[in-house]
């Protein structure tokens, strides 16, 4: 892969939600994926299911990225709104495709465009002696170096139909079409998008041929066209690459569990945890190693309240059991969640984090909710809260946590942000050689016919951990409250036993914060030396590690020490790392510097400067490492709001 | 549905715990306890195959009272916690006993979709219309108007029909017990217990602390010459079976007659099986048909690692599916 | 019940927004919106004395198309929301809208609840039997075993009956109405809200691009002859009132009536005024019994504070009460 | 009021809950109070109707008290299970009454004495060459300088009831007739116990005939058995003191919100917050200056969830609105909670912290939800957290509530620990003078017909605080949501637009932190200028004055910084006062120092030392001064934890 101005190509595709906006991208990454490159994919769109606008971003290169580009490449349009909404991230030298149908639209005729964005956007063109219309957002392209390439799409769409297609089933084709211009634009191979549209479309051959026609159209409208070559990017196959798989977040944790033998799960629906519990009913029947199958039990329950309950009942059993959601239903969830931490079950609670608060952009990112994680609850029990920094980790913590839940024997959160879920990128196929399963001390069960419990369930220990009967086990008898009990579980108010009690469960903590080994912890990245230091924590390290690169290329060593567990909050570790710090740089995708207030509470340092963004989309490398630059070179504020009316 | 013990007899000692009782002398809990310790021993149960789930009340106490796993839960939630008890180790028999505040009030959006799954299990709810343990505020049972000791003002809101709720909501068997007619509600617990599908069992439950108006006196009419309030279905020409295969009309039929019963109230109370609907798969047949090894390991009982650790998980198709590396031009 | 303009006449412009709708092509909820903003309007009610009060779904958006005050609220909340809004200010019309899956499984205990108070106001279900917002998943009206569109399996969990619901939790006013029969809803959207009492209206709503099953052209009966499924209570001898003072036999007689009706499903499906029971005082009543005053100011607009911010609230009353200072020997 | 040892007398009575242990310490405070002498109650007891233990300290004393005394100076008990559960805790001098019927019981046969105690005393007592039953016990107190006095009550009621009264209706004056026997021993005159059975009997004559008789058999029978004047304390009346009221802690915080204006409120039941609400429905009709009346609308809802969105629903119309739980209530008003703020609603929450988590402790007290309410919620959204420290400060603090929520257009969260709550105590009549009622920014309806919406609700301005229309007023029509909108609350995923409502709601946040008068935030009590300071919030209060008391008798100067506003922290205020504390002591009744915590977190300052209690019972100035002595003399852990297995 190259491209004359950077390593990495960036094309985006945009429309109304189901114009199919969704499959363009996919078929272009299925092409370029088929030509060995590396794929990161990031999907922005609306809450809403058919006519509000939706965009993809495709950025592909010969090596692994780790987050989107705020710069576009090729901007691949099909109708006014996508042009009009992205045309100004399109960078010089790039390329704009679009409808020759659109070439002339006002832009307060465009159905959802925001109002802001129309008046914006007039401004910008008024400077610009430009007028408030897609004209005028054309010619601010042209006239910033970007090549524009107007289609007549529904010419190549008359010609597909022929005489014997409907034309409807031709119009159908639009995505495909515009993928193939792009591509053709590239200079890549048509061959490959074949390869993607049989991937994509399985066995239905009248579609698949159907697109292929598509494609050599297109190819061949470009060829008439335009004067080729004229882009300067190219995209180039690569070969001889490690096996990839092309994988999302939302599957990629519903994979971790299974790998991890989740068996049962539920879900109310909600954006975006919703796709992984529908990817684990769809694949329910797990094939074993040992030739046999598992089921899954997936069950879509009627609220979250119940979601967490049911899931803490499976728990009890001795079934690997999760719940999955996002704000919302973790703010249900809350008083499931301390009866769990008082009975000690080891319990899974994945929960996405997207545009809050309330209702909030739901299908936007943020990380609003980690203060709420470790403190969500009345009173005090121990819980564990992991953060995943991309896809692969995503899959990785999916699994541990439940050795951490039944280790510890206690609800662990697995917090995720929207951003993830919402990355689709080629990965090595996860290692599910490397996940062991430890399901801490559970209660086996004599021989012989007449044990009786109860059992003492909660024996005090030192480790704060006790043996565990699951229900239906014999001889382990006990009982199950969430009011505080006596070793078996029948309901105190003894002062003494409520603090041995307290007490013991507090100790489970102190014993996982010992436990854990550091690199599970958190994880240094760049200079590991480095005085410059960038604390952060889930997705936010996609858009650092890429910085860090171009701060290193700029001659500027600094480090990133990503944290990954952040409850119990490694303290000890952190803290000496933290003493040569200088600057000390916290970023996280909130308004408030959530991580940072963390840090000081538990270490007692505060950062000397906190990088954010909550507008509800992803940091990218670009705008990031402006804003460390300007630290690096002392010209920051102590809050640097990363912003980008665009996007 | 059950299962039984296979080695030794079982009685309602098995099921006893030595461990003091706090609730007010005469109160109607007492009898409910004592028949479901009996209508366990009689079904033959092992204590150890037996979840008691316990909602938050004065009655979420009665597991304490049953030598049997225990679930203690939260206010409101008892459903969704034998639910998932139920669905994770179907082998086990799963009754959940939760007051009328717990079911009717903070509870009711469980109960109704607890209802649409049909769940191979049983839930008791004693009905005393008010909310025992935080010292008498009414329950959604207790009518409109009426003005129980503890009461400021008169209730202001209307009487939910449980039975009609359990009948909506999907309930495959139904019935209503008196907390004082132990021996009938052993039968009705064995009843409940066996119906291969959820049972709802209603239990009509004297709070002599806090309701003074539908009293022990009350249900027996001692105001009208000693003539009861309650009487059983049982003594009258009442079936209440649904068989399997029923057409739509005989099912429309036995719901009305259901609901011509539960609207009963004041003069006549009816108790016993109300209904019994063998036409409507259990939850756990569902998710048998959707995944035949459900029934041949259930989630608490499959094994999912080797004895390295080594996860069980074969997802080399997943992966395969999602994999993105083949030969420019060959096949996906 | 509503509070007409005594000012100016108004017409359904009155009530329109100019706000792009996003809902999809050819969605049931457009015929929903265009009924409530001609009902609004024929009801003379002044936009702003009126609270539109939404759900989470496509459905819970409609508010956003309507001129008067709109209120989204939580998913599943939209009824004790509601509540607050109309007992707070009774002189607001306050209409509820939301979804099948907002009322029936998360909202489902409010449902239930709000049976019980009878509040005098409106709610309207967008039954279209699967969660659109949520891209087509089953809702609980979706019959057991149907597999719409975007199930990766057949529904496992069984339909809630919302009309029998409706009638088992206390709604005075039950009615039912088909999206794309505009003239009638408007009718019982005018009925619906003139009601003195809680009135619920589920509205058959087809959602084309997730509920592939029930259409538009299976509610017509495309698939038989074009002999329509849905059909009019008003064209059949069907009487829903309930009258003031009906005794018992009536009331249940009448009730009986409404199971039969809300049981059909399938082959006929009826519409219109199911039940009309003026039998049953409101909750506003009930607190205008409790406290007079509540009549004359309503919490929303009762002084509490004099020109300078001093409290109206005299509490000496009170004080004294509790007074522990008195002369030895005095009287209390 | 005197007493040979100490200037207060700590009285003591317990039994089986039901059995009227209530009304024996309303009869013996009200004996107390009649004469003129000041009152501090507490009460502990089971969850649970009839037959767990549940007792009652009345503390009086001639000057004002903030806590109780964990020493007991006279134990009043009329069966077994009171009487070994607290014979322990009565100090030398003290006196213990008992029932002769229960001189000698095992203490393996006492129902519900917890097996712990059993043991524990049992230990105790085989120390002692003592066999485990009540004499032993009883032969413990005396050899501890207790003086024992056991009395027939069985002989007294029978007299009582003679010829004319059933035997039962005699047996139902034991409290009153135990009462009186404790104020015979301390030399208190009868005529005040008649006054409080007027007063607590009201009208019915026939009872409070009965109760007189029963007093002056008491006195009659203490005359004729014991050696009068044995006992070491007396209780002495004074006359002249300032009106005062008796009042606990649920009452004063009704009081204030009727103070206030409150005109809605909901609830589900819950303890400790339901009496709060019971109190207002009974009193739901309320006398108005201007010579009216005003309703106040008391709904029981069906759950929390409803609870606090149908009390939200009430704000929207302008009405004052409230809701009142504790713990787990708390934890289902999560989601309500984060839709009130970003709908800028003015929402008062009154939050009884009780034993945690889940049901945890129901009945007993703990300050564990400090994190959660300051944290609860996915997102970020303004709220204020105020803690009370006693009754009065709960009255006030009640009223103010809604002030700030109306001020600031946000939710308030009124946190109170069960503490409070079972407190009565005498106090000075509430100020309802000094409460201002301020409604913050409303709408005023222009005159004229054809004002139409949509009104720009929220408007961005630079205070943040936008002009609130009400629902119902012309004009003012707007959506509310809990999606992110545009300034007429239309849902809007605009990302500038995200970011200037976003940031607009942080805004009022930092306005409250600006405006608020320090004196609000916290108060400084003891020596102002004093390096060793205690910080500490919420009802330890009361603990923590009576143990300055003590160390500056001591000749220990010392101060304590009272956090009354919890959120928005008062760092700028506080962190001034804070560099010249050393040490610098925060206690607080949890495990893991939330306060601590919170306090680095914003501060950067650790604590020296921190003092917590979670048994579930409250501090006592005894074991708090004995923990801050060891801080002063320089050997205590940096972290102390005060127990006291008998209580
Ligand atoms: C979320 C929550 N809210 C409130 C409570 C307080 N609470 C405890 S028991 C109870 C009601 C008990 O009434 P009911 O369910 O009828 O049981 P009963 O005591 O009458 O048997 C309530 C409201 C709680 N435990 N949890
Ligand atoms: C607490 C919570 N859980 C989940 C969601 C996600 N959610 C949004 S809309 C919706 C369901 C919509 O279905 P329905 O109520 O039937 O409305 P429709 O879209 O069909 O009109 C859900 C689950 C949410 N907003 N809040
Ligand atoms: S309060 Fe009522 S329900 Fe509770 S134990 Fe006492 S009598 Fe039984
Ligand atoms: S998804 Fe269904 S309900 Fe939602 S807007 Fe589209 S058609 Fe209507
Ligand atoms: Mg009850
Ligand atoms: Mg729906």
Redesign the interface.
């Known amino acids: 892969m190259s491209s004359e101005q950077t390593d990495s190509l960036a094309w985006r595709v945009g429309g109304p939600q189901?114009s199919g906006v969704d499959t363009a991208a996919r078929i272009f990454?299925?092409a370029a994926?088929?030509?060995?490159l590396h794929?990161f994919g990031r999907r922005e769109y609306?809450?809403?299911?058919?006519?509000?606008h939706s965009y993809y971003d495709v950025r592909v290169a010969g090596r692994p990225m780790t987050c989107h580009s705020s710069v576009v490449h090729v901007l691949t349009t099909f109708e006014e709104e996508t042009l009009v909404r992205h045309a100004i991230s399109t960078g010089e030298g790039g390329a704009i495709i679009h409808d020759v149908e659109s070439s002339d639209v006002r832009l307060d005729r465009i159905?959802?465009l925001?109002?802001?964005?129309v008046k914006?956007l007039t401004a910008y063109l008024g400077e610009r002696d430009l007028p408030p219309t897609t004209a005028g957002v054309l010619e601010d392209a042209r006239r910033r170096g970007v090549e524009v390439f107007p289609v007549a799409y529904d010419q190549i769409t008359e010609t597909l139909a022929g005489d014997i297609l409907f034309k409807p089933r031709a119009d159908r084709a639009l995505n495909t079409i515009a993928v193939a211009v792009s591509c053709a634009l590239l200079g890549y191979?048509p061959?490959?998008l074949?390869?993607a549209l049989?991937?994509i479309f399985?066995g239905r051959q009248e579609i698949i041929d159907l697109n292929v026609k598509a494609v050599e159209l297109a190819y061949g409208y470009v060829k008439d066209e335009f004067d080729h070559g004229r882009l300067l990017h190219r995209m180039r196959?690569v070969h001889g690459?490690?096996?990839?798989?092309?994988?999302g977040g939302n599957?990629a944790v519903a994979?971790g569990k299974?790998?991890?033998?989740l068996?049962?799960q539920?879900y109310?629906?909600?954006?975006p945890a919703?796709d992984e519990s529908?990817y684990l009913?769809?694949?329910?029947?797990?094939?074993?190693?040992?030739g046999?199958?598992?089921?899954?039990?997936v069950?879509?329950?009627?609220?979250?309240?119940?979601?967490v309950?049911?899931?803490?009942?499976?728990?009890?059993?001795?079934?690997?059991?999760a719940t999955a959601t996002?704000?919302?239903g973790?703010?249900?969830m809350?008083?499931?969640l301390?009866?769990a931490?008082?009975?000690e079950v080891p319990l899974v609670v994945t929960a996405y984090?997207r545009?809050?608060?309330?209702?909030?952009?739901?299908?936007?990112t943020?990380q609003?909710?980690l203060?709420?994680a470790?403190?969500?609850?009345?009173?005090?029990?121990p819980r564990l809260v992991l953060a995943s920094g991309d896809v692969t980790e995503a899959f990785l913590d999916a699994?541990q946590a439940f050795n951490y839940a039944e280790r510890y024997q206690t609800p662990v959160i697995h917090l995720l942000d929207q951003t993830i879920a919402r990355t689709t990128q080629?990965v090595p196929?996860?290692d599910?050689?490397s996940?062991?399963?430890?399901?801490g001390d559970v209660y086996v069960p004599p021989e012989g016919?007449d044990v009786?419990?109860?059992y003492p369930r909660f024996a005090v220990t030192e480790s704060g951990v006790s043996t565990r009967p699951?229900?239906?086990?014999?001889?382990?008898?006990?009982?199950?409250?969430?009011?505080?009990h006596?070793e078996a579980?029948?309901?105190?108010?003894?002062?003494?036993?409520?603090?041995q009690q307290?007490?013991k469960r507090?100790r489970k903590l102190a014993l996982a914060a010992r436990e854990i080994p550091a690199e599970h912890k958190l994880a240094v990245y760049g200079e590991p030396q480095a005085a410059f230091t960038i604390v952060s924590w889930g997705s936010n390290k996609g858009a650092i590690l890429e910085a860090l690169e171009r701060m290193s290329a700029a001659g500027i060593d600094a480090r990133l020490i990503q944290v990954r567990l952040l409850w119990p909050f490694p303290r000890e570790e952190l803290a000496p790392i933290l003493e040569a710090a200088r600057p000390l740089v916290v970023v996280e995708s909130?308004?408030?510097g959530?991580f940072a207030?963390?840090l000081?509470?538990?270490t007692?340092?505060?950062c000397d400067h906190l990088v954010v963004k909550?507008?509800?989309?992803p940091m990218t490398c670009g705008e990031l490492t402006r804003a460390l630059l300007d630290i690096h070179r002392g010209t920051a504020e102590e809050r640097i709001?990363l912003?980008?009316?665009?996007? | 549905m059950a299962v039984k013990s296979e080695?030794?007899r079982i009685t309602a000692k098995d099921y006893r715990?030595d461990?003091p009782i706090d609730w007010c002398p005469g109160c109607g809990d007492f009898g409910i306890l004592s028949a479901l310790q009996q209508a366990l021993a009689r079904l033959g149960l092992?204590?150890?195959?037996v979840?008691i789930?316990g909602g938050?009340g004065c009655s979420g106490?009665s597991?304490?009272h049953i030598?049997?796993?225990?679930?203690?839960?939260?206010h409101g939630?008892l459903?969704?916690?034998?639910?998932?008890?139920?669905?994770?180790?179907p082998?086990?028999t799963v009754v959940a006993v939760g007051g009328d505040g717990d079911g009717m009030a903070i509870g009711a959006?469980?109960f109704?979709?607890a209802g649409r799954r049909n769940v191979n299990m049983t839930y008791i709810l004693f009905n005393n219309e008010v909310y025992g343990l935080t010292k008498g505020q009414a329950s959604p049972t207790l009518p409109l108007g009426l003005q129980t000791k503890s009461l400021p003002e008169p209730n202001a809101q209307g009487r939910v029909n449980s039975l009609m709720l359990a009948l909506s909501a999907g309930f495959t068997w139904i019935g209503r017990g008196y907390a004082f007619n132990v021996r009938q509600l052993v039968g009705l617990m064995q009843k409940a217990i066996e119906h291969p599908g959820l049972a709802y069992l209603d239990v009509l439950q004297p709070c002599p602390t806090y309701n003074n108006l539908h009293n022990k006196d009350w249900y027996a009419g001692k105001d009208r010459g000693d003539r009861p309030r309650v009487y059983a279905l049982d003594d009258e020409d009442y079936d209440p079976v649904i068989a399997e295969g029923a057409d739509e009309e005989t099912v429309v039929a036995k719901m009305g007659q259901v609901i011509g019963k539960a609207m009963e109230w004041g003069d006549r109370i009816a108790t016993g099986v109300f209904l019994e609907n063998r036409n409507v798969s259990t939850f756990e047949e569902r998710?048998g048909s959707?995944?035949?090894?459900?029934h041949?390991?259930?989630?608490?009982?499959?094994?999912?690692?080797?004895a390295?650790?080594?996860?069980?998980?074969?997802?080399s198709?997943?992966?395969a599916q999602?994999?993105?590396?083949?030969k420019?031009?060959?096949?996906?």
Chains 1, 4 share one sequence.
């Not at chain 1, 925001?114 to 964005?117: F, Q, S």
């Not at chain 1, 009913?281 to 040992?290: Q, R």
């Not at chain 2, 041949?296 to 080797?306: N, S, V």
């Open positions: 189901g990454a299925g994926a088929a030509g060995g794929i609306y809450s809403n299911i058919m006519g509000r159905t959802f925001d109002e802001r964005v914006d191979e061959e490959y074949a390869d049989k991937w399985g196959p690459t490690e096996p990839m798989i092309l994988v599957e994979m299974m790998a991890a033998g068996t049962f539920t109310y629906p909600i954006s919703t529908v009913e769809a694949h329910a029947t797990v094939p074993l190693k040992n046999g199958e598992g089921a899954i039990v069950v879509q329950t009627e609220d979250e309240l119940a979601a309950t049911m899931a803490t009942g499976a728990a009890l059993t001795g079934a690997r059991s996002a704000g919302p973790l703010s249900l809350v008083e499931g301390g009866w931490g008082m009975n984090q545009g809050s608060p309330s209702t909030g952009v739901p299908t936007r943020e609003g909710d203060l709420f470790i403190h969500a609850g009345h009173g005090e029990f699994a080629t196929p996860f599910v050689g996940i062991r399963i430890e399901r016919d009786r419990g109860p699951l229900l239906g086990q014999r001889g382990g008898t006990h009982w199950l409250t969430g009011a505080e006596t579980g029948q309901v105190t108010e003894d002062p003494v036993i409520r603090e307290l007490e507090a909130n308004h408030s959530q207030q963390l000081c509470g538990q007692a340092r505060q909550y507008n509800g989309r709001v912003r980008n009316p665009y996007e | 080695t030794r715990v461990q092992e204590p150890h195959r979840a789930v938050i106490k597991q304490y030598g049997a796993y225990g679930v203690h839960t939260l939630r459903l969704p916690y034998a639910t998932g008890i139920k669905l994770a180790n082998e086990l959006g469980h109704v979709n998710l959707r995944s035949p090894s459900y041949k390991h259930a989630p608490a009982l499959r094994p999912i690692a080797d390295e650790g080594r996860s069980l998980a074969d997802l198709d997943l992966f999602t994999s993105v590396t083949r420019p031009g060959g096949e996906a």
